[in-house]
């Protein structure tokens, strides 16, 4: 086992990297420190939506009609889409539900069907890719041909499909499945090729020689050699699962009302473009930035993890 304490010096794989060290390059990138600043005050208004509702005075789904101009067709009172210190990034037409506090709740729902999702995407790619790079032949040839299924389809069309055919249920665990299903083969198909490129060196093989069981090579030998591989792409998938959920309920096979969502409030924006630009401006510069920060953070991430000063 001497041999196979050692496993990146003896393969020449880098050691792993230092979670301190990534911080410091993180913290000295501006890019990373604003996405990460942003990202913290969603997570913070997601947690802290209702206490954001009860200070405002309005939930997610109450009507406040005295903001709006019914005999305009529920135009909101004042400018800039109703903003004022009743409601401080305004009101939808037409109802008058307070925009600040659908916000907060609807960053929830993106925010848990995003992580629900990332999190089954990563376990099964990560336990079906190594099946079939750590035992290859007939297991390989299965799970890669499932995996050229599911990658041949068009994604986003099969989604909308598969949702609208099936009863509305609890919606937000249909996406996470749907989500998943088409997205686990791109993360199973990375770690597939880097177990396969694992499984046979040297470090693996004297711990094999050892008389180490199969779980041992797995979560001892392999596992931990694509740990900032695995850590980068959940990163980066996180942001794209944001948008899916926000695409679809945009196209009204994902969150039905009357949960909020990010998604479906800009889907309600689309016919008030010229009358309340706000409406529609505000909850689509949150989905933006957030996805932008998410994206920016995983990039940075990445670069951390490949750049000399973190190896």
Known sequence: ????????????VAPATSGRRVARVLLRDKGAVLSGAYLALIVLMAICAPLISAIVGHGPNDFDTAAVNTDLGGVPYGALGGISAEHPLGVEPTNGRDILVRIAYGARVSLLIALAATALTTLLGVVLGMLAGFYQGWADQVISRVMDFLMAFPALIFMI????????????????????????????????????????????????????????LVFKEILPNLRSSLIVMTTLAVPG???????????????????????????????????????????????????????????????????????
Do not use: C, H, K
């Not at 196979?4 to 020449?12: D, H, N, T």
């Not at 083969?185 to 711990?207: C, D, H, I, K, W």
């Not at 998604?263 to 630009?277: F, K, R, S, T």
């Open 1 to 12: 086992m001497a041999l196979a304490a050692q496993p990146q010096e003896v393969a020449g």
């Open 161 to 216: 499909a598969i949702l609208s055919a099936l009863p509305q249920g609890n919606r937000p665990v249909l996406l996470i499945v749907v989500i998943s299903v088409f997205g686990w083969p791109y993360l199973a198909r990375v770690v597939r090729g880097q177990t396969m490129s694992l499984v046979n060196r040297e470090f693996v093989e004297a711990a094999r020689a050892s008389g180490a069981s199969t779980s041992a």
């Open 241 to 311: 699962y944001v948008g899916t959920e926000a695409g679809l309920s945009f196209l009204g096979v994902g969150v039905t009302p009357p949960t909020p969502s990010w998604g479906q409030m800009i889907a309600g924006a689309v016919g008030w473009y010229a009358v309340d630009p706000m409406y529609f401006a505000i909850p689509g510069t949150f989905l933006f930035l957030l996805v932008l920060s998410l994206t920016v953070l995983g990039d940075r991430l990445r670069a951390a993890f490949d750049s000399g000063e973190a190896s």
